[in-house]
């Protein structure tokens, strides 16, 4: 079953606006991190934000915001004032705590790939 | 300083030769993975590495052999290479506490011809 969803396969913004990218995830594990990346076209994996299953509020990093909504299982990163360098594919990706046969892997989504329109 | 190193970034191959990529990381983390990424930009963890214990081992085949000479490094090696293999595949590292993102290499575009 696919444990991480992010349902936009593609998004367009155009550009000094914000834009909501979906996730949605799957497990029974209480202790969890939520990661998002960035991945531009040079094909790098940048780390961008993080979200612990326990915080109490939600992460945010310059204009990166995650929108954390634990009942729902949902972590929507939130970038505000999109720039032409925001192109590129965005993951969300999830680390179990607890389970010993999976804390020590790192789960991805399938991406939404994000076009800022000048 | 690079934090996670993979060579080759890009390695052209023949289908049925043998081929390694090299990891190493100077972060001091006790895990590492490797990563197999598609066409379809699909990221999928295909091994995780403990203080140089295989913990995961995600139904790979078993051309595919990874090996963890020390904590620092886990190689890949492949078999026997076939077309499907062609993918990037990209080394991570990360720490036990869970609020710590992993950290990638830069990739190694393989393709198989």
């Known amino acids: 079953a696919q444990k991480i969803t992010q349902t936009q396969p593609g998004m367009f913004v155009q550009e000094k606006e914000a834009v909501t990218l979906d996730c949605t995830y799957d497990?029974?594990?209480?202790?969890?991190?939520l990661f998002w990346y960035k991945q531009p076209s040079s094909g790098e994996m940048i780390f961008l934000i993080y979200q612990g299953s326990y915080d109490q509020q939600n992460a945010t990093e310059g204009r990166y915001s995650l929108n954390f909504q634990k009942a729902r299982k949902s972590a929507n990163l939130v970038i505000s004032a999109s720039q032409l360098g925001d192109s590129a594919m965005y993951f969300c990706a999830m680390r179990e705590g607890l389970m010993k046969t999976s804390y020590d892997k790192v789960i991805f989504g399938p991406g939404t790939s994000l076009s800022v329109i000048p | 300083d690079t934090a996670v190193s993979q060579t080759p970034k890009y390695l052209v191959t023949q289908m049925g030769n043998d081929k390694s990529i090299k990891c190493e990381q100077n972060l001091g983390h006790d895990t590492m993975y490797w990563y197999k990424q598609d066409s379809k930009k699909f990221l999928k963890i295909m091994f995780s590495y403990n203080n140089k214990e295989l913990i995961i081992n995600e139904t790979v085949p078993n051309r595919f052999s990874p090996k963890s000479p020390d904590k620092a490094h886990l190689n890949l090696h492949i078999n026997s290479l076939e077309l499907g293999d062609s993918a990037v595949y990209f080394c991570?590292?990360?720490?036990?506490?869970?609020?710590?993102?992993?950290?990638f290499g830069q990739g190694t575009r393989l393709t198989v011809v």
């Open positions: 991570a590292s990360s720490q036990v506490p869970l609020n710590t993102e992993a950290f």
């Open positions: 497990t029974s594990d209480p202790s969890y991190g």
